[in-house]
């Protein structure tokens, strides 16, 4: 049974430029939550990804956006990079119909020099 | 909006040794699910235990129980016979059930730190 996979695992970009990021959730597994981790910090959410469609947004600005393919896979897409976007960039996959349960990925430690 | 609190940055437990790690957190709801989520050196987020807010049974998985107070708003983890593979971030999370509402919150984190 596949778990969440996220690709790249360590990213480094400059100053604004963009970056985008890739996850393919648990298999059977139809929305994907992203998150960011900051160093010592608990996970904050982003955005979640269902049917498609953005269903919920957390507090980050538009410069963050995403989309869900038809494979249920997902891109979270960062333009203008800001030294302060320099984090752990968790995904994570549910049942759109049960989502209690959230299964994380690995991450992408993006570093903005 | 929810709050979580975890007051414990860091704790330590000698092998084999029971260790409780605490979390409150702020709500009105009363329809939510509470998470423990483990975060080892290697960075992948496991589901550790969830508890139902409906229900007054605490959870139980394996050597990891919680103690749920909602009237407290108090979800505490305790591992038992603890392992050198339990050394990790240990987060809480809260889920608001219902509505438009799909995020995880999460709490500041606890390093735990298992001593042979």
């Known amino acids: 049974d596949a778990g969440v996979t996220q690709s790249p695992t360590h990213l480094i970009k400059t100053r604004g430029q963009q970056v985008t990021l890739r996850c393919s959730p648990k298999?059977?597994?139809?929305?994907v939550s992203w998150y960011q981790q900051a160093l010592g910090q608990g996970p904050q959410f982003i955005f979640q990804y269902y049917e498609e469609e953005e269903r919920q947004r957390g507090n980050f600005p538009d410069r963050f956006s995403g989309h869900q393919f038809p494979n249920y896979s997902s891109e979270l897409n960062v333009n203008a990079l800001l030294l302060g976007d320099s984090a752990l960039y968790l995904c994570?996959?549910?049942?759109?119909?049960?989502?209690?349960?959230?299964?994380f990925g690995p991450g992408t430690r993006l570093t903005v020099t | 909006a929810q709050t979580v609190t975890q007051s414990q940055p860091e704790m330590s437990v000698q092998e084999a040794e029971t260790v409780t790690l605490s979390c409150t957190y702020d709500t009105s709801e009363n329809n939510y699910y509470l998470f423990w989520y483990k975060q080892p050196p290697s960075r992948q987020m496991i589901l550790v235990i969830r508890?139902?807010?409906?229900?007054?049974q605490n959870a139980t998985e394996n050597r990891f129980s919680v103690n749920f107070q909602k009237a407290a708003k108090s979800f505490s983890l305790k591992i038992s016979d603890s392992q050198l593979g339990d050394t990790a971030m240990y987060f809480c999370a809260f889920l608001k059930l219902g509505g438009s509402n799909y995020k995880l919150t999460f709490g500041k984190g606890t390093l735990l730190t298992v001593n042979p």
């Open positions: 298999s059977g597994h139809d929305t």
């Open positions: 994570a996959s549910s049942l759109g119909q049960g989502i209690y349960e959230q299964y």
């Open positions: 508890q139902e807010a409906y229900k007054q």
